[in-house]
Nanobody, 123 residues
C-alpha cells in the first residue's frame, strides 16, 4: 500500500485546512487509518485515527474538538479537517495504515506510512 498525503500549506492561526491521504489500492478499506505529526526536534505524535468503516474515531486530547478525521473508502482516501489551528500545530503530518481494522494511537501498530505534508501555522 502506498500512501500520499496532500493539502498542507501555510495558514493563519484560527484558520482551517483539510489534509487528504490517498491510498494505492482497495484493501485500504479493511484497515484502520491514522494521522500523526512531527514538529522539528520532537518525536512523531499521534493526531487521530479511524476504524475501517469509519464507525469509530479517536483523537489526541489537544486535537479534540478542533480536528476531524474521516474516510471515503470508495475513493481510498482519508481526510483530516483541521479547524481553529494554532502555531503549535505546525508540523509535518503523516498518514498511516494500521495492521488492524480498528483505531489505535500506537505508532508500532501502523505498517504503512506516507511521506508527509507540511503544515505551517502563522501567528
Amino acid at each position: 500500500v502506498q500512501l500520499q498525503a496532500s493539502g498542507g500549506g501555510l495558514v493563519q492561526a484560527g484558520g482551517s485546512l483539510r489534509l487528504s491521504c490517498a491510498a494505492s489500492r482497495r484493501t485500504f478499506s479493511n484497515n484502520g487509518m491514522g494521522w500523526f505529526r512531527q514538529a522539528p526536534g520532537k518525536e512523531r505524535e499521534f493526531v487521530a485515527s479511524i476504524s475501517w468503516r469509519g464507525q469509530s474515531t479517536d483523537y489526541a486530547d489537544s486535537m479534540k474538538g478542533r480536528f476531524t478525521i474521516s474516510r471515503d473508502n470508495a475513493k481510498n482516501t482519508v481526510y483530516l479537517q483541521m479547524n481553529s489551528v494554532k502555531p503549535e500545530d505546525t508540523a509535518v503530518y503523516y498518514c498511516a495504515a494500521a495492521r488492524g481494522a480498528w483505531t489505535t494511537s500506537d505508532k508500532s501498530a501502523y505498517q504503512y506510512w506516507g511521506r508527509g505534508t507540511q503544515v505551517t501555522v502563522s501567528s
